[in-house]
């Protein structure tokens, strides 16, 4: 085979390079993490492909340890791997050409991997399941069709309706009407019809950046190459990843001017997950700020304000309509999903702020008061709705000037829906960080992205259990982060070298320290 050529792969000498050593490095985690999945990840309750391998003993005692530090290990190796491309990303020793394939490389070990850090992915198969057997996955769960996919599905989604849109009830049921209830072939079938939002990311996101000034290379490492999203994304079999693309590419087309391509690609994303909606109320304002500025080129005086609004949003509202009337006219369902939304108020963990609130007012409280969890989430969660309600309408009316603003807006408004929802999850910041990647960020703030990242991608365990309850977990996960942050800045952020590092090391440092 001959050596890639500028045309059909990074340049020569990239793999021989500091940054090629770690692509390198990030590629041994992913097959590291691959490897130890078949014991400590998101197993299947039963699994006779292992038994007939010889690998069962990687799920129990001294196996399933070691299986744990492997998992471990490589996840290790992808934060180190990933933080050093990005120290020769901010060097500019990296172009985006590289970074696609070595997103690609440390992507393809994780395409054959147990599903990581959570079980989601049975879920979804058996809602396409129930759709494939005559049932509607938004008026029962997965245990009105018992079977070997409900078997495996997560205890606390059993009797959960499908909270996602028709897209997703569609591809579940495509691929269990192709594989059965194999769980292994959907589960793989499954990930691969995730990939187009990977690759909607790796398109969209240098564009992004473009328009908003930011650097298309470092969009790519932060948003796609980091391993939040490469781990619980395409590992974990998360629909986030093509509705993320989906959301970001429509982003994108509706900034190049062709808005009606824009928002149907946006309810494409909304049809897979509803959360890609909170795009399209800003690409509004973006509408309406190409059309001023076209009958200005044309010596027209735009349209007055109301009369633009009313026929740019009657315009992508018609298209939305349009788009996702004919999603859930194919997969032959309506609108119950939106009831099934309410479902994450079952996910108790301290990433929301309302739950944080709860855990507060409990504890410092309980030993007089004797008030428990449960009544008090529901009051803070009943506050923070309301003011979540407020704060988007604020969000929305605020940043609608210019192009940059109202991307800003779609930015804001996912950070606080994360923040503020009764619920939310490592994989849930995936939304905000893909949109906050596209502007200008110092090496400091990038530095506090890579320790947030990195926290997050820690706190859960790989089988899909909440750490965050755990305090020597929270703790090491912590210090990775902070370790992992600090290295972006500088190569040895625990002081453990002797001797001043040279060469590309020095230049690292150099270049992060006039960038801050």
Known sequence: MSAPTAESGPRGGFLRSDAGHAAILGVIGAVMITFGSFGSGAVRRRDPLLESMYLSWLRFGHGLILSGVIVWIGVLLMIAAWVRIGRNVRAGLVDVREL???IAAQTAPLLLSVPLFSRDAYSYLAQGALLRDGFDPYAVGPVANPGVL????????TTTTAPYGPVSLLLGQGITTITGDNVIAGTMLLRLTMLPGLALLMWSLPKLARHLGGDPATALWLAVLNPLVLIHLVGGVHNELLMVGLMVAGIVLALERRHVAGVAVIALGVAVKAMAGIALPFVVW???IHEREKARAQGREPAPALLLFARTAGTGFGVFAAVFAVCSLVAGVGLGWLTALQGSAKIINW????TILAHVVTVTTSWATGLRLGPVLEVTRAISALVMVAALAAIWWYFRKTEKQAVLG?????????????AALPWYYSWPLAVAAGFAMSTTTLAVLVGLSTWLMLVFQPDG????YSLPHVLLATFAAVVAGRSLI?????RLRAVRPSGVDATHDTVAATRN
């Open 100 to 102: 696609r394939w070595v």
């Open 150 to 157: 409900l078997d495996n599905v997560s205890n606390v989604w």
């Open 286 to 288: 973006i509408w309406m």
């Open 351 to 354: 990433l929301s702020v309302p």
């Open 410 to 422: 779609i930015l804001v408004a996912l950070v606080v829906i994360v923040l503020l929802s009764p």
């Open 465 to 468: 259990s909440i750490g965050l």
């Open 490 to 494: 500088t190569v040895d952020p625990l």
